[in-house]
């Protein structure tokens, strides 16, 4: 079912409407200027507000360009140029709108979440409805921070409230360290005063105990802290909040998608109100109305290889990669985000954030890294293969870490395909550049230097020129762009 939270997001849309430059962070309305913040049901619609910034365009509704089509699940369409198979092509240009539109408005859901903290403690309300507030905007702060870094690398650190845009000015790029510093801290401070998502009164779509220590996990994945990843990723499992949900399929039709097994999703409702997702248009193919009435873009087709890395017998395929026509008019398309006509923009889909599948296949491969031969690891890695309908894993198939290692990089690339974790595994398991450089000449792919090579300098991608000009002393271009 839909889920309540979402027919409340305007309210808090409407107090954030207007889209802030990161160094033109002005109030973000009239109604907040004075006589805002002032009560406890004024900070309530703020933090929907809040959770309103995941739906804006550069940052769910556009996120498969940052986790999908730089990888080796799919390909782009159309003449090397266009801002999109740019992404595809490792060719993207500082002036890329893509980067402006993720930057922008990473740091208004960023700001939203700053004068929340910033305004809360100096207001009096119900205390357990403040810590509440405060732990929401701060996991919601710590996911947006989280998605800067890996797209951006070293991005400015704003944990207060910027009221002038003068203010804009005084801050700089931060070593990733310091910006990973501050995601762990918004998370560590918050999970635990979050409800569970069995609480009484919990809504879909808000930030659960759950969910903060889901995003804190892959956090220490990320930066290689495989103890701490593990231990973290367990406490998730042992909160018994979560459940794998025994059909593939319904993770991700509108009228199931928030499940047991879904622990944190972007939230989107279609009615004409400018809060649905654009998904079955971008990821339709073209010509063909296969998702309803009109056809979709065709910008996101799977590669050949991609449709031939499923097993025989995996379930996941049907709805994962499915193709029309043929020949040379063969079009690969996902139908993980196929609920709407492609033709009114406008579905139900979420997009999945941090799903309980995701979370055992980080288990074990934060296991796996600590010490080889785990019954855990091992017995996580199966419960997502036995859902798929695959046989189990044993040591005699995976006698060793090294192949323990390459099997739940598969199992995740089948798992979570076109779900936006694929490029972000490749570059944190440090398997991007060799990846992409293969899929690069077996497709006769030109890259950046004219010969389909990436380096390290492609792991993350070009600042927006944009913010280089307003800000040249603070802010430098990443090198190679």
Not at 98 to 118: E, K, P, Q, V
Not at 263 to 276: E, M
Request: hydrophobic share 40%; glycine share 10%; aromatic share 12%.
């Amino acid at each position: 079912m839909k889920k309540t939270f979402l027919y409340t997001i305007l309210l808090g849309a409407s107090l954030s409407s207007c889209r802030e430059e990161f160094l033109d962070l002005r109030p973000v309305s009239n109604v907040t200027t004075g006589n805002y913040y002032q009560t406890q049901n004024d900070f309530a619609q703020a933090v929907t507000g809040a959770y309103a910034a995941l739906i804006l365009t550069g940052q769910y509704q556009e996120y498969y360009n940052f986790g999908e089509l730089p990888s080796d699940n799919v390909l782009k369409p159309g003449t090397p140029g266009a801002d999109q198979v740019d992404f595809n092509l490792f060719t993207v240009r500082p002036s890329n709108g893509y980067l402006s539109r993720a930057w922008n408005d990473y740091y208004t859901g960023i700001h939203r979440c700053n004068t929340i903290l910033t305004r809360i403690e100096s207001v009096s309300m119900d205390e357990a409805a403040k810590n509440r507030f405060v732990a929401e905007a701060k996991f919601l702060r710590a996911l947006m921070y989280f998605n800067l870094v890996r797209i951006f690398g070293p991005v400015p650190v704003v944990t207060t409230e910027i009221a002038e845009v003068r203010q804009g000015y005084q801050y700089g790029r931060e070593p990733v360290e310091a910006v990973y510093a501050q995601i762990i801290k918004d998370l560590t401070e918050s999970e635990d005063v979050l409800p569970g998502a069995k609480a009484a009164g919990v809504e879909f779509g808000r930030a659960t105990r759950g969910a903060a220590k889901a995003l804190l996990g892959k956090v220490y994945l990320t930066r290689r802290n495989f103890p701490a990843a593990a231990a973290k990723l367990k406490e998730v499992i042992a909160l018994g909040d979560y459940s794998l949900v025994a059909d593939y399929a319904s993770l991700f039709r509108a009228a199931t998608e928030n499940n047991p097994e879904m622990i944190f999703a972007a939230q989107f409702k279609s009615g004409g109100l400018g809060q649905g997702s654009q998904f079955p248009f971008w990821f339709g193919p073209t010509g063909v109305g296969v998702f309803g009435a009109g056809a979709g873009r065709g910008d996101f087709q799977p590669t050949a290889e991609m449709a031939r890395a499923y097993e025989p017998a995996d379930k996941r395929k049907a709805i994962s990669v499915d193709s029309t026509g043929t020949g040379g008019g063969l079009q690969r398309f996902t139908r993980k985000f196929g609920d709407g006509a492609p033709a009114q923009q406008d579905s139900d889909n979420n997009w999945p954030i941090l799903r309980l599948a995701d979370v055992y296949l980080m288990y074990a491969e934060a296991l796996n890294e600590v010490s080889y031969g785990s019954a855990d690891a091992f017995g996580y890695l199966n419960e997502v293969r036995r859902r798929a309908g695959l046989t189990e894993k044993t040591v005699a198939d995976l006698p060793d870490q090294d192949r323990f290692r390459a099997a739940v990089e598969q199992e995740r690339r089948v798992e979570l395909a076109f779900e936006g974790h694929r490029w972000f595994d490749l570059v944190r398991t440090n398997k991007a550049v060799e990846v992409i450089n293969a899929k690069a000449r077996s497709l006769g792919v030109i890259g950046p230097n004219n010969d389909g090579q990436i380096n390290a300098n492609n792991l993350v991608f070009p600042i927006p020129q944009g913010q280089v000009d307003l800000n040249p002393t603070r802010i430098e271009q990443n090198i190679g762009y």
